[in-house]
């Protein structure tokens, strides 16, 4: 008897732990090389490993597909996430929910703040033509938007939200190199609550390398990561605010 | 391959130049902190002081202060050099201990003119006999086949970039971009001296460029063939980075006149006053610029702001072209940007990608390849990027910027770099001569999408002509992003030139570039 809960990868048999890796070894692709990668995948707990590919990258660099099987199976029932719970809303539901439960419009002021100069995935939430056929905040009735750009200093985003008296400060970040957008997500954090601000808005972040667990330990409301559309955000944001308002309970 | 209405063609390049007509006449009355502290590093300064701040603001800021740089930084250096009799590396170190350059006594002006043609004659022999230099090397290893296989490295350490721009050469990168350190295009320096651990990249600074430049004559003695180097001349530096590139022997800038305004929030004024002497420097140092229309796709609609793409190129040629720089060394951008899941996506990305290809049949376009659409489908990104370089191959593009199958996920990988190539050498390769053998239909899908898009291209010139650029860019017309003319990072470096103005660098290039009295009309 299989247990259901307790799985491994599946190449073409049911459970047989078929894994697929690549990596660069700074070595030559020569026998030596190839002994070495083999055995740093047996090292990683694969059973098997079949190297398929050494191909030498110039220098002292070598790229290497091997194939290896797992022993390890996890447990379902022993995992715990932290995901998002968003009760999905097309746009015109949206609206019509903000209008119903806030009666105003949901201001909003989004960024990418310091030194991140990227705001292909800003501008995909927010601007009017949004992302993937999925329309932008700016093209919500119920949702007044301030797109600021790139390279925003965590100061100038405050100052403006709070003149502005946002309701959320949405913020993106897709440069993630040495960690930096953690140092940069930390600062702004730390900058409102300094401005005894922190309950004054909701604070969201989004970005390729960005989780709902990653951005609740760093004291955020909500992450959005890599495939979210603008209407997950909005729908999110939308429930937030109104529940905030005291109107409606998520 | 298509044909374009020949009249949409004539109209838009009319318009392109009346469009910047009244833009030249206001950079020519203009100077900025960046243009003047060019003229310092043309004269020799450079370095340092205690604090970390490089001698070219230790000087320029002084005079700022003073409010005296409307006469030209060139004439308050020469006056100090010739009154202490020291050479302006000296100079600067005194002003940096206080001294001030205000206080010396006025020198007759034709002794300053003479001093300060020496130093200009000096500046302008080093950056063509740097330039002859480049062309005989060339030469000599040989010019890669087109399209140019152009990959990026990031490490933020210059002598790790270098390993990797080394290792991306065997695997048949033709040009090397040393990304810079991320926000450098928002400081008012060029930092100094080599970068070890910087955040996104490494400064362009000159010993950077230097150290690149040295790897990659190494890189392409070995490998038999070319291999050009690529900076960022874009932000609040423009010139000064054009003046260490022309002085290092890079290959290609990255160039826009629009892009810093749009895209950093850079002062209008500043950036097209500072794009016009940077471009100079590149005419006449012979360096390809890459200008940013890519940007434009990932803000809007690939198909929808299509048009976007080729005014900005039209307002960049005419940008350029004011600045004397010939055709061949236009590197005007594009993209691959179109959502993969529309149908006949492909068509239209050809109809773009000839439409670019044909309206400027001697630049050598700057192809930019899939960013927006990329996910953590690694395996569905690399095939993406092989429709890219079937398009450009099938299309005559000249420089490939290499998509990476891990785009919007890490910067690239030593594999990440070796697949793209390995891409990009099958396609190239396995299809090198279909352009030759395959008609575009003559009146079909593509070619009618292709004059669509110039005929909408027109309608924003003709708008941006009747109400002038500035104020077009202050409307949104441009990537749907509004700046206002008076806003934006940099404004207080632009500074209005007295008539007595003088920078013998800026003429002199000048002069060179343009039949007399050309830039006065």
Redesign the interface.
Known sequence: MTNPFLIRPYGDTLNDGAVQL???LPVKADALGKEAAKELVLKMGFEKAEVVLA?????E?S?FIVYGKTPIAINLRDIKVVDLPIEYMHREETDAYIEKHLGRSIVVVGATI????H??GL??IL???G???DYGLERYHHFSVTNM???VPCEDLIRKSIEVNADVVLISQI????N?HIQQMVRLIEMIEAEGARDRFLVVAGG??ISHALALELGYDAGFG??TLPSHVASFIAREICARSGKEGL | MIQLDDQLVQKTKQLAQTIIQPIQRFVQTHTTLSIERTAARYMGVDGEDSDGTPFPNVMIDHLYQKKVLGHGASFWIANGCIQKRCEPQQLAIAVADGLDLTSVPIMPKNEIDDYLEGFAQMAIDRILSIRDERNQMLHDLGDPLRPLRYVIVATGNIHEDTQQAKAAVTQGADVIAVIRSTAQSLLEYVPYGATTEGFGGTYASQENFRIMRRALDESGKEAGRYIRLVNYASGLCMPEIAMMASWEGLDFLLNDSMYGILFRDINMKRTLIDQYFSRMICALAHITINTGEDNYLTTSDAIEKAYAVTASQLINEAFAKAAGMEERFMGLGHAFEIDPDIENGFLYELAHALLTRQLFPYATPKYMPPTKYMTGNIFKGFIMNAMFNLAAILTGQDIQLLGMPTEAIHTPYLQDRYLALTNANYIFGTARGLKEEIQIKSGGWIEQRANEVLAQALNLLEHTAEVGLMKAIEEGQFADISRPRDGGKGLEGVIIKEDSYCNPFFDKIESMLLPAGAHHD
């Not at chain 1, 191909?55 to 220098?59: K, T």
């Not at chain 1, 440069?175 to 040495?178: D, G, H, I, N, R």
Request: aromatic share 12%; proline share 6%.
């Open positions: 690549s990596f660069t191909e030498n990258l110039g220098g660099f790229f310091e030194s991140d100069a705001t292909v501008d995909a601007n009017m033509k992302f993937h056929g750009g790139s390279q440069v993630t190199q040495k930096i390729p390398r890599p495939g």
